[in-house]
T-cell receptor
Framework: DAGVIQSPRHEVTEMGQEVTLRCKPI?????LFWYRQTMMRGLELLIY????????DSGMPEDRFSAKMPNASFSTLKIQPSEPRDSAVYFC????????????FGPGTRLTVL | EDKVVQSPLSLVVHEGDTVTLNCSYE??????LLWYKQEKKAPTFLFML????IEKKSGRLSSILDKKELFSILNITATQTGDSAIYLC?????????FGKGTRLHILP
């Protein structure tokens, strides 16, 4: 298996632009998590899905952030409009049901908003 | 509010030293405590702890959990430059994991 796939790996954009991050979970995994990592705040859970349904989005910072999972093999995290403080590494992770600790992380997307 | 607090935030030691990383937590519906190592990319799993007082060991790394004091430590003996990384403590509650901010460990040759 190729593992969790994220794209793009790096994104540089200007303030005010829309940013879309993409994630393909491991086949057969029915949980998908979006995390954001910064030096100041560490690794934060933004939202997670189970069977394509958002379960907990309490970590989503504000209305500029939205996430979708239209099917079991694809999810997006969108920021519109982007701001410099959104600069971070965004990780996607997936897992099978039952063993919550066994999350498999993707390589991350490094976002820089100028 | 659930929280996981790690200390120190950063640590610099010489190769061969022993280090102890700390993690305290306040989480409802606690299931397990996890340690991850993060080098340049995504976190990789080290240990899962569910019971107090039982040490988990993997080579030079070991960890133990105190569920009464809501505390865990990660020990690394005879450190090597390859141990340089961010070490993340996390607590599993329900279906999600809450991470601490990590300890950035740097090993000098």
């Amino acid at each position: 298996d190729a593992g969790v796939i994220q794209s793009p790996r790096h994104e540089v954009t200007e303030m005010g632009q829309e940013v879309t991050l993409r994630c393909k979970p491991i086949s057969g995994h029915d949980y998908l998590f979006w995390y954001r990592q910064t030096m100041m705040r560490g690794l934060e859970l933004l939202i997670y899905f189970n069977n394509n349904v958002p379960i907990d989005d309490s970590g989503m910072p504000e209305d500029r952030f939205s996430a979708k999972m239209p099917n079991a093999s694809f999810s997006t995290l969108k920021i519109q409009p982007s701001e410099p403080r959104d600069s971070a590494v965004y990780f996607c992770a997936s897992k099978q049901p039952g063993l919550a600790w066994e999350q498999f992380f993707g390589p991350g997307t490094r976002l820089t908003v100028l | 509010e659930d929280k996981v607090v790690q200390s120190p935030l950063s640590l610099v030691v010489h190769e061969g030293d022993t280090v102890t990383l700390n993690c305290s937590y306040e989480v409802t519906n606690f299931r397990s405590l996890l340690w991850y190592k993060q080098e340049k990319k995504a976190p990789t799993f080290l240990f899962m702890l569910t019971s107090s007082g039982i040490e988990k060991k993997s080579g030079r790394l070991s960890s133990i959990l105190d569920k009464k004091e809501l505390f865990s430590i990660l020990n690394i003996t005879a450190t090597q430059t390859g141990d340089s990384a961010i070490y993340l403590c996390a607590v599993n509650r329900d279906d999600k994991i809450i991470f601490g901010k990590g300890t950035r460990l740097h090993i000098l040759p």
